[in-house]
């Protein structure tokens, strides 16, 4: 058995709703760069609710001048049993 650790959620969306506003952007800004046709994700993404793609954590790393590590949240504190 292996203990894996979490993606703090909740902290990783606090992370992106303080770079969005440390960069000046608003979410509709975001919205924009995504092309998303509503700015439902976003608001789902700061309150912890879900994680951005891959994808979009690259971009939105790009669009912050940070690195995905700078806009993840890891808990060591929670782990998950992962049987081999």
Do not use: C
Not at 56 to 66: H, I, P, Q, S, T
Request: hydrophobic share 45%; glycine share 8%; net charge negative.
């Amino acid at each position: 058995m292996n203990m894996i650790p979490m993606i703090d959620t909740i902290g990783t969306g606090r992370n992106i709703a303080v770079l969005r506003k440390n960069a000046g952007l608003t979410v509709a800004d975001l919205q924009d760069i995504f092309g998303f046709t509503t700015p439902q994700a976003i608001y789902k993404w700061q309150r912890g609710t879900t994680l951005p793609t891959i994808d979009n954590l690259v971009v939105l790393a790009e669009v912050f001048g940070v690195t995905m590590d700078d806009i993840i949240v890891i808990d060591h504190d929670t782990v998950v049993e992962k049987s081999a």
